[in-house]
Nanobody, 122 residues
Framework: QVQLAESGGGLVQAGGSLRLSCAAS????????MGWFRQAPGKERDFVAT????????YYADSVKGRFTISRDNAKNTVRLQMNSLKPEDTAVYYC???????????????WGQGTQVTVSS
């Protein structure tokens, strides 16, 4: 089992940057693909980015491609999301998740963090 805890959210102006971190407990972190998702008020939870177990495969939603970068450090049980050129439409609660597949479907992920709020002002 894996427990996940996100940090790094906050309020930023449009065009600014934030780096989210997700710390995982347990000794099996490197056995999981990791994903970042986000959910705005009244909307479904959307895929943002995912990364394979060794960090070699990464995939992004079209809306964040070229602006966001997902990375992981298996020695530190951490996955990060570097977010640059932020836009007001990026405002959401951001969640990290762990699963067995490098996949965009949130239903395929087994473990979730509590989320961290990101607010981008115009």
């Amino acid at each position: 089992q894996v427990q996940l805890a996100e940090s790094g959210g906050g309020l930023v102006q449009a065009g600014g940057s934030l780096r989210l971190s997700c710390a995982a407990s347990g000794r099996t972190f490197s056995s999981y693909a990791m994903g970042w998702f986000r959910q705005a008020p009244g909307k479904e939870r959307d895929f943002v980015a995912t990364i394979g177990k060794s960090g070699g495969n990464t995939y992004y939603a079209d809306s964040v491609k070229g602006r966001f970068t997902i990375s992981r450090d298996n020695a530190k049980n951490t996955v990060r999301l570097q977010m640059n050129s932020l836009k007001p439409e990026d405002t959401a609660v951001y969640y990290c998740a762990a699963g067995t597949l490098v996949i965009r479907d949130p239903r395929k992920y087994d473990y979730w963090g509590q989320g961290t709020q990101v607010t981008v002002s115009s």
